[in-house]
């Protein structure tokens, strides 16, 4: 076996991992050891925060067969290591020791006791797992998984459920006889006790956890520091700071994770054979037995079974059962197909505990900018051990002020600073109704441009109302009709169809089922009634439900003439009892039911569903000639269309029967009845929230499972589609026949039609200009329109249009959630930063793939989504953005401004050591908790603005404009703070200080004398108190207050910084104590902070530089910055497309001024845009051939089908 192999597990799936093998070695552990007893235990702590490090250093390689340890990393961009130990599962203690005894009675990892087929043993078979001699199974668990060694494929695996690879027919046959004693032993030695086990740590684990954390780590390295050279009070200070931000951090993380348990705690037994549930939507859901294919007339005994096919007939965990009707005295078989971690609800649960990183380029520049102040430490570390042994300073005191310097340039309470401003954003949010469940998103929805909605229920109102219907008599249409609810038609087949072929039901006497079937069950006014248990029982067998008519619309029956005759007649009643039912399948796109009418011999089949598949099923001469002429008329204009079909059963089909037949045996040869016409009204604020989002050049896509005419007429409604804009519909066909796949592009109509057809040419295509910049680009204007079929198609085979599609794609209809969720991919693929807003289940993927998911439903999509708004409306989607931007700017801000203040106190400290003197502890103190932790913890608190603008602020921290703002200011601060420490040695007053200096001639004050002479040992051991330390306090102090009003910008994505009445009052009030301290000294104060008395002139001299320095920081960062480069970053950076007013902005001639003289400030000008999405539109600008013309046929190539190339031909 190769040593140095590697494999893959979970292959093409989204947890897919590389895993390598190792053994444990004695003599690399060995030297571990004692680099950790060397390194006083900094190593271990190394290999703790990096796995890779941790197996290398202690392991050698190994065949993954035989290993002790495996290594595993991700395949995705983050490329995260893990690391796991081999254990041993030991089959020999069991009742059933024989390896073939085994295999016989396990196959796919559950009990087929019946099993007599020796090949499924072997594919199935758990003696795949283990080793025969040893009956030893070799196992690691990763992420709540466990994975097995498989022989087979010689590969780890994880066990798989009924789920994959199982016939209908094997459930019934070999799954259905229950578990021997000793199976059931082995089932839970293998898949373990069937529960989502989520464990509570305790608070010692979490805190161990939390205190190893790098940053307090750093942290309790700076503390030991400063209590080595006596700074007690500020050690202090951060000890604090640390022990309240560990509190609130165990507090928050031990809740989610109770919360997280309560919620997988919830579980039930049942009993079932039909039954209603509530699945999370707020419709409960009917399921039925899965169908014997067996015993049907038209069965397939090979048909596999699948959860996500035969949902209908699966129960899954976390259902909720409301209803239940059974036979009496039968108990009801059910098979566990999937167990654990493993269900639909585990996988979501393991979602949330183990959530994969957040990628965004503002975390991954802040690293780099740490690592950058890393280097500028390391700079200082340096200058300081040489500065100290040119003037033989003492070996001890050498080490700590070089150390110090590190802590001093990477701050302890940066953490805290760049959390402040999302806790306070996460804080606005909740105000307005959305709540957060994953705050580093808030900064990302900062970028978003581009929104994909759901329809229904998101853009739309959740429910239907019925607009009319359109029967068909004689294979013709008759006119709409309006009211159903009326004599003429109480006994027709039409609404007959109406009163049986759906799912409601009676749950605690109040109708309940899908919105849509209740709207039609209402316009026909009839009632239902379903058999009590009572009624069940006596009969013993289940009592149809039965549906009738109420009796004012029934034709009044003349009473008999004969009184005793009565007894005997019959009264006049009209019902129908739901024989069985076939519920709605969304792959079948149909329902039906088979009914019988009171006093009927035969039975009547009766179906709805998606008016192309019902016309397919019934016969050719019942759909009338301009079936697909009336169909596109209501589609066109958003109606959604149901059709209904009918036929009479032969007589011979009994009741018997009738539960044991296909539904394909129903389902044909059916009679067409006509069109149901619904109408999905728009959301009142729809329309108002997508300009608003257009006017801010953000993106807009509707993805849905509605029908393809009704989503682009829906658009088009709602602004997302203008009316002067062209849609191409993408038609994908799959490969068929030997010939390769295609795509055919027609052109829909739009609402001002084409006269002549060579308009479309001609009209529908803007002239493209090429632009010196994107965002000067009058965009073409058409979209592109396909259904989910198509979808997948051209992912398949047309992977090179796939970006192009993206870029003008806005309609995708009849998209499954996989194909919801791919959908989101592929954008993101393009360097998009994508939104997602729905409110179903369905949209569960798709929420949680998205950059920033919103989800209008507090059900089982909030669980997924990192938002929830509490109102079901889109309204929330521009305030998230606003949030996000304004959280965004304000990291930033923070960021800087700590950047500013690392650099500023580390020059202040360089400066002070070159002279051997330092800042004081109470300095240090005053600057770090007066100054610093004030300002960033009130700079924070700017709201967002009120509206969204155009501009999108940067992505991350190394762009042009954001270096240029931190270098200019670190200059600016460093070339004042160096001309007050060197212009103040050359004041004729000057000396070097000593405790008898007497500059400001204070020998007269006693007073202030003999205050400062108390202390003047201790204060010379430092040699803190000199005139350099001054002015270099004063100076520097005023510098933070400067660099933080410079930051705190308001307009365009937050409100000006003087509408922060917290940091307006802060900063003045800092302003004035510094202020007054500097020009009026306090002998009390001067003693605390070590400062020595100045005259008063060169006091009044600092006020100019700090007055100087004030005016030039604030015009270079909000003048020039603002004026020219900020707003060319901006250009370049905006998003050109769907903007049709393309004005200029007030600012162009300077853009066009800073573009030219600036290049070197922001590497732009002429350079390819970094956004794939932006450079692609570029190209397709002069593409002639993009985008397709109309009624022409794009081809893949069969032969190299690989690479997705195509070829396009014109058809005439």
């Not at 409301?322 to 979602?351: D, H, N």
């Not at 001469?621 to 079936?627: A, H, L, Y």
Request: one cysteine or more; aromatic letters at 10%; proline letters at 5%.
């Amino acid at each position: 076996m190769d040593k140095e192999e590697r494999k893959i597990i979970n292959q093409g799936q989204e947890d897919e991992m590389e895993i390598y093998g190792y053994n444990l070695s004695r003599w690399k552990l060995a030297i571990v050891s004692l680099g950790v007893i060397c390194t006083g235990g900094f190593l271990l702590l190394l290999l703790y925060w990096m796995p890779e490090w941790r197996v290398k250093a202690t392991c050698v390689r190994a065949a993954i067969k035989d290993c002790e340890v495996v290594l595993l990393r991700t395949t995705d961009e983050f490329k995260m290591w893990f690391c796991a130990k081999i254990r041993i599962l030991s089959l020999e203690t069991h009742p059933v020791s024989s390896p073939k005894s085994m295999s016989n009675k396990l196959s796919n990892g559950h009990a087929v006791c019946l099993i007599e087929n020796p090949t499924e043993e072997n594919r199935h078979g758990i003696s795949k797992y283990s080793q025969a001699e040893s009956q030893q199974i070799r196992y690691f668990t990763h992420h709540s998984v466990k994975y097995f060694w498989n022989d087979a494929i010689h590969n780890f695996d994880f066990l798989k459920g009924l789920d994959e690879g199982v016939s209908c027919t094997s459930i019934y046959e070999k799954h259905s006889a229950g578990l021997t004693k000793g199976m059931h032993a082995y089932r839970k030695l293998l898949y373990g006790v069937n529960e989502i086990a989520v464990k509570v740590p305790s608070v010692f684990k979490l805190l161990i956890k939390e205190v190893l954390n790098p940053f307090y780590i750093f942290q309790l390295f700076s503390v030991i520091l400063w209590s080595t050279d006596e700074y007690y009070y500020y050690a202090l200070a951060i000890v604090v700071m640390s022990i309240v931000s560990i509190v609130s951090s165990l507090y928050s993380i031990r809740k989610q994770y109770v919360m997280l348990h309560d919620m997988v705690a919830t579980h039930s037994t049942v009993r079932v054979s039909v039954c209603r549930v509530n699945e999370g939507e707020s419709v409960p859901v009917t399921k039925t037995n899965l169908p014997n294919p067996s015993v049907d007339v038209k069965g397939i005994g090979a048909e596999l079974y699948n959860p996500e096919t035969h949902k209908r007939h699966t129960l899954f965990c976390g259902t909720t059962v409301i209803q239940t009707r059974f036979y009496t005295g039968e108990l009801v078989k059910a098979v566990v197909v999937r167990t654990g971690f493993s269900t639909s609800k585990g996988q979501l649960v393991r979602s949330i505990l183990y959530p994969k990183p957040t990628d965004f380029k503002l975390y991954r520049d802040a690293y780099l900018f740490l690592l950058c102040l890393v280097a500028v430490a390391g700079i200082g570390f340096i200058y300081t051990i040489i500065n100290s042994i040119l003037n033989e300073v003492q070996v001890g005191v050498i080490i700590i002020e070089s150390l110090d310097i590190i802590t001093i340039t990477v701050p302890p309470a940066l953490p805290a600073a760049m959390t402040a401003g999302i806790v306070y954003a996460q804080r606005r949010l909740k105000k307005i109704g959305i709540f957060c469940i994953s705050p580093q998103r808030i900064n990302i929805c900062g970028q978003l441009n581009l929104v994909c909605f759901d329809k229904t229920g998101t853009l739309t109102e959740d429910g239907l109302d019925l607009w009319g219907i359109q029967r068909v008599e004689n294979a013709r249409f008759l006119s709409p009709e309006e009211n159903v609810c009326n004599e003429m038609l109480v006994k027709s087949q039409f609404v007959a169809c109406l009163a049986t072929c759906h799912s409601l039901t009676k749950i605690e006497g109040v109708l309940s089922g899908d919105p849509l079937d209740l709207k039609m069950f209402e316009a026909i006014g009839w009632i239902l009634e379903e058999a009590t248990e009572e009624e069940t029982a006596l009969h013993n067998r289940i009592m149809p439900t039965v549906v009738r008519p109420p009796k004012q619309l029934l034709p009044e029956s003349t009473p008999a003439g004969n009184q005793e005759m009565e007894l005997f007649e019959l009264p006049a009643v009209y019902e129908i009892g739901i024989v069985r039912q076939f519920p709605f399948s969304s792959a079948l796109q149909r329902m039906s039911v088979v009914a019988r009418v009171l006093g009927d011999k035969k039975m009547d089949a009766y179906m709805k569903g998606a008016p192309e598949v019902i016309a397919s099923l019934c016969k050719p001469e019942t759909v009338p000639v301009d079936f697909q002429n009336v169909l596109e008329d209501f589609t066109k204009q958003g109606f959604r269309v149901i059709a209904l079909a009918h036929r009479k059963l032969e007589s011979k089909l009994t009741w018997h029967k009738v539960q044991n037949i296909s539904r394909d045996a129903i389902e044909n040869n059916m009679d067409f009845m006509g069109l149901i016409i619904m109408q999905n009204k728009l959301k009142q604020e729809t329309p108002a929230v997508l300009e608003d989002l257009h006017k801010a050049n953000i993106r807009t896509v509707m993805v849905t499972g509605d029908n393809m005419l009704t989503a682009v007429s829906v658009a088009r409604d709602c602004g997302m589609i203008l009316p002067q804009d062209k849609v191409i519909i993408a038609e994908a066909l799959p490969p068929k026949d030997g010939k390769v796949a295609k795509i055919n592009w027609h052109y829909a109509d739009s609402l001002t039609q084409c006269s002549h057809p060579s308009a479309i040419a001609s009209e529908a295509i803007p002239v493209k200009l090429v632009h010196d910049s994107l965002e000067d680009l009058q965009m073409t204007r058409y979209h592109f329109a396909m259904n989910g079929k198509s979808f997948s198609v051209i992912l398949e085979h047309f992977q090179d249009l796939v970006p192009k599609l993206m870029l003008h794609g806005t309609v995708f209809a009849r998209m499954a959630p996989d194909q919801k969720t791919q959908l989101i991919e592929a954008l993101q693929n393009v360097d998009y930063f994508v939104g997602m807003c729905g409110d179903g289940a369905n949209d569960c993927g798709a929420l949680k793939r998205a950059h920033g998911g919103i989800s209008l439903s507090e059900l089982e999509a909030s669980v997924a989504s990192p938002f929830t708004s509490k109102t079901p409306s889109i309204s929330c989607v521009p305030n998230l953005i606003r949030e996000g931007r304004a959280a965004l700017i304000t990291s930033f801000c923070v960021f800087k401004f700590m950047a500013l203040y690392s650099i500023i106190q580390y020059f202040s400290v360089t400066l002070l050591y070159s002279i051997l003197s330092n800042l004081g502890d109470f300095q240090f103190l005053f600057i770090d908790l007066a100054i610093i932790l004030v300002v960033v913890f009130t700079m924070s608190l700017n709201p967002a603005w009120k509206e969204l603008v155009a501009q999108r602020p940067p992505s991350g921290l190394i762009s042009g404009a954001l270096l240029f703002s931190v270098l200019s200011q670190i200059i600016i601060c460093i070339g004042f703070q160096s001309l007050g420490f060197f212009w103040v040695k050359q004041q004729p007053w000057y000396e070097v200080w000593h405790p008898k200096s007497d500059a400001c001639n204070t020998t007269g004050s006693l007073l202030w004398n003999s205050s400062h002479l108390d202390n003047e040992t201790e204060l010379d051991e430092h040699n803190i108190q000199n005139y350099e330390n001054t002015t270099v306090f004063f100076i520097s102090s005023f510098q933070y207050l400067i660099v933080a009003i410079a930051f705190s910008k308001g307009k365009p994505f937050r409100q000006p910084c003087y509408k922060n009445y917290f940091f307006v009052f802060s900063v003045i009030f800092l302003y004035v104590f510094i202020l007054f301290i500097m020009l009026y000294p306090v002998a009390s104060v001067d003693q605390v902070l070590q400062i020595v008395c100045v005259p008063y002139q060169w006091r009044v001299t600092m006020l100019i530089i700090v007055l100087v320095n004030a005016f030039v920081s604030i015009t270079v960062e909000s003048f020039f910055l603002d004026m020219v480069l900020w707003k060319v970053v901006f250009n370049r950076d905006k998003q050109g497309e769907y903007r049709f007013s393309t004005t200029q902005p007030p600012q162009e001639s300077m853009d066009r001024w800073g573009k030219c003289c600036l290049p070197w400030a922001l590497g732009c000008g002429k350079k390819t845009p970094k956004a794939k999405y932006m450079y692609l539109a570029q190209e397709l600008l002069v593409d002639p051939e993009w985008p397709p013309k109309p009624q022409t046929t794009t081809e893949a190539k069969g032969l190299v089908k690989e690479n997705g190339s195509c070829q396009i031909i014109t058809i005439t």
